[in-house]
């Protein structure tokens, strides 16, 4: 459905009428299945014409069957995966719309637990039905268009289309419509608002599953005077609708909500570090609130479609290739339908095959394909052009991070774009590291700072002091912007990661291991085409050339981080030193003191030795000023490119516009979780909150007042007005005890 | 004799010691007066530092000493370990209390005011300390009052004076009579003894065997034995009888490199507390056995030899490298024992009969006065 908004959305209102299916090699929607087969009869002659209405047929149950048959490859394997894949494929279609209609997304998610026919809800961690709603603020959809997007499997495809495009992580939302559908009965609620129309449509809606076909149950229309939000019924529910443009789809399920590893909330998470540009706000069913602030107000290049590199086809491929072109002439095909193939190339490829350039492509069959594939992946074609590439560069990967993960040193590397079996691809690092409180960890001793009286640690027995936290880091992969979440261990980038040397950049590691310490390792991998190790899409490939870029992509954020560590340790061990000094002279001074039987003026003892020991550490501190200039401490004044590092006086390197401008804060300032006033907001007393919010549609960055206490979060406004919150409030009337006070914890 | 006690050490009163440890004090305040970094020159104790002395035949401690800073942050911990120990070994002085190292461990052993970080975290850090002074301040263990484990018995025509005790070790039963650590005279006096020589045993097995076979009435011996590597108490005991009752030391120990070390411990002294050899070390001492050729002389089957391994041919190369086993009948000795590739325990004379080493072995080596020295 994603490529349908592909086709309709682009730009808003004006969405030309697509003929569904023309680029989609495995649609069933083709000509001979609408045709009403003939009546059953035991006896007929067998002929052509029935075999193919039959194979029709067969394919028609086949999309229904599918689904049913085989949910794990589409994602909704278990009740705790679906719930994840649901908010997955809406989320990737919201980014997708509203980057292709260049409006920078703003996203709600909002997970509710469903209503239970009156009776009271079940809490969240044992609730078994939800209602996933998503909103956002995209171009929004064309009417007709509505049931297609939402409620028709295989519609549309980038299957076939070389482009860099979220896609390939399931067959989209329409899968999470059927499998609510499926588990449930409960339609797809959907409303959409196009700019310049007033009209709001609010749409509920299921799909066929024999014929493939949406169909309406209701639909609603609403006007919206511009700027005033209106009141809407939404899924048995009163809402308000706020937003000039955007869609919003409500999909009830059978789920399982799980915190932690493989939440909802670490997807969103891992998305808005991905997507910097976006602002998202995820609303758990327990009614804490988390946002998830714009880091980066540019939108990524759109990237453009490429042709297939001749290396990078399978001989199947070129046939069907072969078999859809519109040229008359083979040469003709190989230079208008591959890139990088000129004519005299084509004549060349041809003569090298032993074929007829002026041969039909659609007689290319047998040996002769062969014969062409073989010449083609000899011949010498230059690499494919990379810019059709759209990596997420080296300030938005630093702004994702910033904005998202507390930590000391972040820093970014994207390497320029290289090329495997025929494919572009572009590898992306980052690495934050610390826990953001200015403790560098790992590497120097535990550090003892200095505490007040009242709160001295309880002092340790033998054995004890050996404990030391051994956390590893975690690695956070993507492709084309989406997070991996699953089969870490199957991936190449993870294992380039296990396989990269850490030690020597001043990280702990054991064999075979990840990096150890507050750390947090960002892979992307940008792609026309992403090389999964198999059909649940989660793992990349062990390619060579992608191994080799993930290995210099690491290496290369590795030694800066090496050199700020070095840097840190080396200012933290003259702290230590001279705290080290301090904390013995107290003890050698008393214990002087008792030898001595009392004669003796501990005090002034220690005076002395105090004045001592600054002179010692001072001399030696000056000289290490000194040296900066030159010698070893140049390399570590050094300004590490592509950084930011925290200092006691704030961030510093390179930080993100936004964030200099003060116009996002950091999770470093104020932890982004709060708890939403969920219960206020909702019901009858909502209606200030609602207007409130209503009043800065889009994406207003100052209508946060509900926030304004939270020490100067920058919160996005909520979307979709009250639409959940109403759905919180008005359907169950209760939502209080999301107020726990619980602070969501960014590690 | 007269001789041999002026060699001792004189022992040193309370007042003396405590004036040493005060020392330590006041060293800390007058460098502090003068802006300087308290310091403690400790001499190191290690093989790079002792020497053998060949005229004296003991090994002895180099002049090497390393500095302890305070405000260095490699030794600035164990500086003001060093001070707190100190501090401990006062008060025993000042209480006129005996104690062991474990108590000086538990003694010194407290959280740092506002930290999480211990003055001491096991009792290895506080253990060389104690060694660390009583070699700066050419103290006694005995001086200092701190005591190693008791770990030594003794039986023989002896009497001692233990603690105000008279103690007859002609008739402490089998087990004998424990040997303290601290033997000095004053805490251990000998009031009497008869015996014609001393007999160090290196395990307990013959030990017992001897004492139910009362070896030592026929032959008119003291029994010791410290259970393995001789403890500072029984080496102590031992130097004494010979030296004031001159009476000749053997050592017998089993047929293996780690038999030949402790011997050469009692009689040259050890590298750990080279410092201590003055006192210690027995250069008279014999080794009377099991050497290399008693299996045969004694005739000991092969089957009851064990094959050397790997660690026990390095141990031995590693003996044959020591100064002061240069004398030929040495280096034959461990050569012949790497040639056979094979080592004896004293157990396996039982192989004869259970009384063979009261009965045979022992009396025919007396007799044919067949040690190394």
Request: hydrophobic share 30%; aromatic share 6%; net charge positive.
């Given at each position: 459905m994603r490529d349908l908004r592909d086709k309709?959305?682009?730009?808003?209102?004006?969405a030309a009428a697509v003929s569904p299916g023309?680029?989609?090699?495995?649609?069933?929607?083709?000509?001979?299945?609408?045709e009403v087969p003939p009546?059953?009869?035991?006896i007929r002659r067998p002929d052509g014409r029935i075999a193919h209405e039959m194979a029709a047929r067969q394919r028609d149950i086949s999309v229904a069957e599918f689904f049913q048959k085989n949910r794990h490859l589409l994602g909704f394997d278990s009740p705790r995966k679906a719930l994840l894949t649901a908010v997955k494929e809406a989320v990737d279609n919201s980014l997708d719309a509203c980057e292709e209609a260049g409006i920078l997304p703003d996203i709600e998610v909002r997970i509710d637990v469903a209503a239970n026919n009156g009776g009271p809800l079940p809490p969240p961690s044992q609730a078994d039905r939800f209602v996933v709603t998503v909103t956002d603020n995209g171009p929004g959809i064309p009417k007709k268009n509505i049931g297609k997007v939402f409620a028709?499997?295989?519609?549309?495809?980038?299957?076939?289309?070389l482009r860099m495009s979220r896609?390939?992580?399931?067959?989209?939302i329409s899968a999470a419509g059927m499998y609510g559908q499926l588990t449930t009965g409960k339609p797809t609620c959907v409303v959409t608002k196009i700019a310049g129309d007033p009209v709001v449509h609010v749409i509920e809606l299921s799909i066929?599953?024999?014929?493939?076909e949406p169909v309406e149950h209701e639909t609603r229309q609403y006007r919206m005077e511009p700027g005033k939000p209106v009141e809407i019924s939404f899924d048995h529910r009163k809402a308000v609708w706020a937003l000039e443009h955007g869609t919003c789809v409500s999909i009830e399920l059978v789920g399982k909500f799980q915190k932690g590893r493989g939440s909802v909330e670490e997807y969103l998470e891992l998305t808005a570090i991905a997507n910097p540009h976006a602002a998202i706000t995820y609303v758990a069913p327990d009614g804490e609130k988390r946002v998830f602030p714009r880091g980066d107000d540019r939108l990524p290049d759109p990237p453009r479609e490429i042709k297939p590199h001749p290396k990078g086809i399978e001989l199947g491929t070129l046939l069907k290739m072969a078999q859809d072109?519109?040229?008359?002439?083979l040469s003709g095909f190989l230079s208008s339908d591959f890139?990088?193939?000129s004519p005299r190339l084509a004549e060349e490829i041809c003569k090298a095959a032993g074929l007829?350039?002026?041969?039909?492509?659609?007689?290319?069959?047998?040996q002769d394909a062969e014969a062409l594939y073989k010449a083609l992946q000899n011949a010498k074609v230059i690499s494919?052009?990379?810019?059709c590439l759209s990596p997420i560069g080296e300030k938005a990967i630093l702004a994702g991070l910033v904005k998202t993960i507390k930590a000391d040193f972040y820093t970014a590397v994207s390497r320029p774009p290289k090329v495997y079996r025929g494919n572009p691809f572009a590898i992306e690092v980052g690495i934050a590291y610390g826990k953001g409180d200015g403790d560098a960890g790992g590497?120097?001793?535990?550090t003892q700072p200095e505490l007040l009286e009242e709160d001295a640690p309880e002092a340790r027995a033998e054995g004890?002091?050996?404990?030391?936290e051994t956390e590893l880091a975690r690695v956070i992969r993507f492709a084309n912007r989406v997070p991996?979440?699953?089969?870490q261990s199957a991936c190449a980038m993870y294992k380039t990661v296990l396989k990269t040397n850490w030690r020597q950049y001043g990280v702990a590691q054991s064999r075979g291991a990840p990096p150890q310490g507050p750390m947090t390792i960002f892979i992307h991998m940008a792609s026309v085409w992403v090389p999964f190790t198999?059909?649940?899409?989660?793992a990349v490939a062990e390619y060579d050339e992608i191994v080799d870029e993930v290995k210099l992509a690491l290496r290369e954020c590795g030694r800066r981080l090496g050199i700020w560590m070095r840097k840190r340790q080396h200012a933290r061990a003259e702290i230590e030193r001279r705290s080290t000094f301090q904390r013995y002279i107290e003890e050698v001074a008393e214990a002087c003191k008792r030898i001595k039987s009392g004669k003796l003026d501990a005090e002034r003892l220690k005076k002395m030795l105090e004045k001592i020991a600054e002179k010692v550490t001072g001399g030696e501190e000056t000289d290490r000023i000194l040296n900066a200039g030159r010698g070893p401490g140049a390399e570590e004044e050094e300004r590490l490119e592509h950084s930011v590092e925290r200092t006691a006086e704030g961030l510093k390197g390179e930080v993100p516009a936004m964030l200099a401008a003060g116009m996002m804060a950091t999770v470093g300032d104020a932890e982004t979780s709060v708890v939403e006033e969920t219960a206020s907001a909702?019901?009858?007393?909502g209606a200030a909150s609602r207007t409130d919010r209503g009043a800065?549609?889009?994406?207003?960055?100052?209508?946060?007042g509900a926030h304004?206490?939270?020490?100067?979060?920058a919160v996005q406004p909520?979307?979709?007005?009250?639409?959940g919150q109403s759905a919180m409030g008005g359907a169950t009337?209760?939502?209080?005890?999301?107020?726990?006070g619980k602070r969501l914890r960014n590690r | 004799m007269v001789a041999t006690r002026q060699m001792r050490p004189r022992r040193r009163t309370s007042a003396e010691v405590q004036k040493l440890l005060e020392g330590l004090a006041d060293s800390v305040v007058t460098a502090a007066r003068n802006g300087e970094v308290p310091s403690f020159d400790i001499p190191v104790r290690t093989l790079s530092n002792v020497s053998f002395n060949?005229?004296?035949r003991i090994i002895e401690l180099g002049k090497n000493t390393t500095e302890r800073r305070?405000?260095?942050?490699?030794t600035a911990k164990k500086f003001m370990q060093t001070v707190l120990v100190a501090d401990a070994l006062m008060s025993l002085q000042r209480e006129q209390v005996t104690t062991s190292l474990r108590e000086i461990y538990y003694r010194t052993k407290h959280t740092i005011k506002g930290t999480s970080?211990?003055?001491?975290?096991?009792?290895d850090e506080s253990d060389p300390i104690i060694e660390d002074l009583e070699v700066t301040l050419s103290l006694l263990r005995e001086e200092l009052r701190v005591r190693a484990k008791s770990w030594g018995t003794i039986i023989g025509p002896i009497t001692l004076v233990d603690a105000g005790d008279t103690v007859d070790?002609?008739?402490?039963?089998?087990?004998?009579k424990t040997v303290p650590s601290i033997v000095e005279p004053g805490y251990?006096?000998?009031?009497?003894c008869t015996a014609d020589f001393v007999l160090m045993v290196e395990k307990d097995t013959q030990f017992s065997r001897l004492s139910e076979d009362k070896f030592w009435k026929r032959h008119n011996c003291i029994l010791l034995t410290g259970?393995?590597?001789?403890?500072r108490g029984v080496r102590r005991l031992a130097r004494r009888l010979h030296d004031e009752w001159n009476l000749p030391v053997y050592v017998l120990m089993d047929n293996d490199p780690w038999g030949y070390y402790i011997y050469s411990v009692i009689k040259q002294g050890s590298i750990s507390l080279a410092f201590e050899s003055q006192r210690?070390?027995?250069?008279?001492?014999?080794?009377?056995?099991?050497?290399?050729?008693?299996p045969e002389k004694y005739g000991l089957?092969?089957?009851v030899g064990i094959k050397l391994n790997d660690t026990d041919i390095r141990r031995a190369r590693e003996v044959a490298g020591y100064?002061?086993?240069?004398k030929k009948e040495w280096q034959d000795e461990i050569k012949q024992m790497l040639r056979s590739g094979l080592k004896y325990e004293l157990?396996?004379?039982?192989?004869?009969?259970?009384?063979f080493l009261t009965t045979d072995y022992l009396p025919r080596k007396l007799k044919e006065k067949d040690w190394l020295d």
């Open positions: 309709t959305a682009a730009g808003g209102a004006a023309a680029d989609a090699g495995i649609t069933p929607a083709r000509g001979g299945r609408s009546p059953p009869s035991r028709k499997l295989l519609y549309g495809s980038k299957f076939h289309r896609g390939q992580q399931g067959i989209g066929d599953a024999k014929r493939n072109t519109k040229s008359h002439w890139c990088r193939i007829n350039p002026r041969m039909r492509p659609r007689d290319l069959v047998g494919p052009p990379t810019d590497g120097a001793e535990t004890e002091e050996d404990e030391e991996l979440i699953y089969q198999s059909e649940a899409k989660e909702g019901g009858n007393a800065s549609p889009g994406r207003g960055r100052g209508g946060a304004a206490g939270r020490s100067g979060t909520c979307l979709f007005g009250g639409a009337g209760k939502a209080q005890k999301g107020q726990s | 060949k005229k004296k305070f405000f260095d942050l490699g970080e211990n003055t001491f975290d096991d009792q070790c002609t008739r402490q039963g089998i087990g004998g251990v006096d000998i009031k009497r259970n393995g590597q001789a403890p210690l070390a027995i250069p008279d001492a014999k080794f009377i056995g099991l050497s290399s050729a008693d089957p092969r089957n100064e002061w086993f240069q157990d396996a004379l039982a192989h004869k009969n259970f009384r």
